[in-house]
Nanobody, 124 residues
């Protein structure tokens, strides 16, 4: 079971990036998924989560209105569209999956599977 995050990079403030998280080894179409981020010297924090059919999403207040989580179950992939990026959004972004049939969650400890992370740098 593997979650592969990609799409990170360097972007100027106000710019956009789209992160992808591709699952392999098994299907995650019945799992809630989430994105978290961790900046140097800080704890891992919740960014966004989505339920198995994509009908329910939830965001951290700091990204609400700027980020959008979505999923394509046919491709076993979850996305995070990030717009209007700010320097404080810079971090390593991780995707994660909860156990089968679990609901969405903001708590990292409730996620069973984790990707390796992709670096997002926001700087002029």
């Amino acid at each position: 079971v593997q979650l592969q995050a990609s799409g990170g990079g360097l972007v100027q403030p106000g710019g956009s990036l789209r992160l992808s998280c591709a699952a392999s080894g098994r299907t995650f179409i019945a799992n809630a998924m989430g994105w978290f981020r961790q900046a140097p010297g800080k704890e891992r924090e919740f960014v966004a989560t989505i339920n198995s059919n994509g009908g329910t999403t939830y965001y951290a207040d700091s990204v609400k209105g700027r980020f959008a989580i979505s999923r394509d179950n046919a491709k076993n992939t979850v996305y995070l569209q990030m717009n209007s990026l700010k320097p404080e959004d810079a971090a390593v972004y991780y995707c994660a999956a909860r156990s089968l049939l679990s609901a969405i969650s903001m708590r990292p400890g409730e996620y069973m599977y984790w990707g390796q992370g992709t670096q997002v740098t926001v700087s002029s």
